[in-house]
């Protein structure tokens, strides 16, 4: 039952059906979380006794840096399953995980460097997590022009999913850069086994924030998907009468 579950993964019509059903159950809980989570953030939060009422920008830094490197993973093992099992739909998962992931990361990267400048005196530092941060967004980047340097949808498949799988391994060098390198930035306050750091009163809308954006870009995700199927099959009959209902 399994075996079949997961080939009915690799249905497109399937896939295209399933994500029209769920996308709302994904994107109202989404608003809701990231409307709560702000408030909370930017209203209900005390300023930091360091930082003061600057340090409210993590409840977007903060966030947009954990799912970079979360659509990145998603990108990446989608990726790998079409390079293995020839699913068309998993690549089509990862063609559509790649523009997200690419802004993700470019707003964990701009609103650091907001960040940064009042706490550290310069919107740019050479530190490990910031370079190999950028180097995600190389990785985004290329994927998606490789992806569109290649008329053969089937080639660019491949070799764009090489090109994840291989780039997979900065995932781990972001996460931990800072405990193997001297870094700016502060060590893990949030995901760590330990208690957090944080008190109850900025910590909840944060992982509120979390969760908001997680379900947000499930939501997107479902809606590019639905988009890069049509694209993919649009001389299959299923489309035709997809399409008329």
């Known amino acids: 039952m399994a075996w079949t579950w997961f080939h009915r993964l690799g249905s497109p019509p399937y896939i295209y059906s399933l994500a029209a059903r769920l996308t709302p159950w994904f994107a109202w809980p989404a608003a809701a979380l990231i409307l709560g989570g702000l408030y909370g953030g930017l209203v209900l939060a005390p300023p930091d006794y360091q930082q003061g009422d600057g340090f409210r920008i993590i409840y977007v830094h903060a966030p947009s840096a954990w799912m970079s490197l979360m659509v990145y993973m998603t990108m990446a093992i989608s990726a790998g399953v079409g390079l293995i099992w020839r699913m068309k739909v998993a690549h089509a998962v990862a063609a559509s995980c790649a523009p997200?992931?690419?802004s993700f990361t470019v707003c964990a990267l701009v609103t650091g460097s907001l960040w940064g400048q009042p706490m550290w005196g310069t919107y740019w530092e050479w530190d490990p997590r910031l370079t190999s941060e950028l180097i995600l967004l190389f990785l985004y980047l290329g994927y998606m022009g490789l992806r569109s340097a290649m008329e053969d949808v089937q080639r660019a498949d491949r070799s764009s999913a090489v090109l994840a799988v291989v780039g997979i391994v900065n995932v781990p060098i972001i996460h931990y850069s800072?405990?193997?390198?001297?870094?700016l930035h502060q060590a893990p306050s949030v995901m760590k086994l330990a208690r957090p750091a944080m008190p109850a009163s900025m910590l909840i809308p944060l992982l509120m924030m979390l969760l908001g954006f997680t379900l947000?870009?499930?939501a997107v995700l479902l809606v590019r998907l639905r988009g890069e199927i049509l694209s993919r099959e649009r001389s299959a009959s299923?489309?035709?009468?997809a399409v008329s209902t």
């Open 216 to 218: 947000f870009f499930v």
């Open 238 to 241: 299923w489309i035709r009468e």
């Open 100 to 102: 997200v992931g690419a």
């Open 178 to 183: 800072v405990t193997w390198w001297n870094s």
